[in-house]
């Protein structure tokens, strides 16, 4: 079998057992997104505003014009490990604990970051295996708009809405919450694995432009 017929053999395989699994178990329910977060008692529910501009570069600015997207403010919802639920929101870590800043999965277009979401359950399950997390993030990133779906261009949250989002998210947790860098565990599944590694990129490179341009005396308005 050639190497293309047989990707589309596995790809027809995988659709049909998604279609499947979709019949059985019905689709998902919806929790919450960035705009209706869930509220309640037992839920640790902040809003995180959106990073300074000194920390977009010139590529992602270039990115955020053409898609006519801007920074907003998201919620994000706090998990602690058993035992230290009574730990208030941004509250500092020990020496050697760990935050996770979790991403959930859904290709962009579906999922959430709340505690009751089935995908929080890997962010649950570090916290319950890991001795040094303690807490976690999970961050309600803004959702694009499929392409057949009726939704206002302002709404449909185009690349890169949700690489903003994950950058505002960390900025909340190095910068208003207080962590150190080495202190934070970025985590993402799926759609969500591809953000954290997003963001990853970004800050590193980030890092390196601003880097080169304390070498050549650039002052900071240059380096944006």
Known sequence: MHRKSLLGALSAQSLEEIIDVARRTGPLKFVADH??????????????????????????????????????????????????????????????????????????????????????????????????????????????ALPNEDIAPEDRNPFPAALLD??????????????????VVVVGDSAGGNLALALVRYLAEYRSVRRKGDDSGEDSKGRE
């Open 35 to 144: 705009v209706t977060p869930s509220v309640g008692s037992n839920i640790k529910v902040v809003w995180v505003d959106p990073a300074p501009s000194a920390l977009y570069s010139e590529k992602l600015r270039g990115w955020m014009k053409a898609a006519n997207v801007e920074g907003t403010c998201i919620p994000g919802y706090w998990t602690d490990k058993k035992g230290l639920e009574s730990t208030s929101i941004g509250a500092p870590l020990a020496e050697s604990e760990r935050v996770l800043f979790s991403l959930h999965g859904g290709a962009y277009v579906l999922g959430s970051g709340h505690t009751d979401y089935v995908i929080t359950n890997i962010a649950k399950g570090i916290l319950k295996s890991s001795s040094t997390v303690t807490r976690a993030l999970s961050l309600e990133y803004r959702l694009s």
């Open 166 to 183: 994950a950058l505002q998210g960390y900025w909340y947790l190095v910068d208003v919450v207080g962590f150190r860098e080495e202190q």
